[in-house]
């Protein structure tokens, strides 16, 4: 999300942006190599009460075998790797509660994704 929010109805517009933008993304990955990669996640609360859990995605500054600085980052823009190296990065990886992170699909990433963002909109506009 890269736009200034000053109210609610600018917060649910950049939320549908993302959305429309994970789902097309969804969409693409479907029939492409892409959604073979697989990424580190860390989980936080739910933003949305008795909602699931929030799936954050995680890049990082790769040089080479040396992966450092983990930072939250879209599913669409983060750093992709092989199962095995996305386990092994996982497992050195913890949200700010100490939980380790975990290795998932792109493509699970971007359904669970999307529908977090579903359930955070509709939670706006009740």
Known sequence: MTATINTIADLTT???????EHQKMLASSL???????????????SLTE???DSIC????????????????????RCARFTKEDATVIASGTHNGNGEQGEAMTVVDVLR??????EDILATLDA
Request: cysteine-free; glycine content about 8%.
């Open 14 to 20: 950049a939320f549908r942006a993302d959305l429309v």
């Open 57 to 76: 995605a995680t890049d990082f500054l790769v040089e080479g075998r040396k992966v450092t600085n983990p930072r939250m980052a879209s599913v669409l």
């Open 112 to 117: 669970h994704q999307i529908a977090t963002l």
């Open 50 to 52: 008795g909602g699931r």
């Open 31 to 45: 029939r492409s190599l892409v959604s073979h990669g697989w990424i580190v996640v860390i989980r936080s609360p």
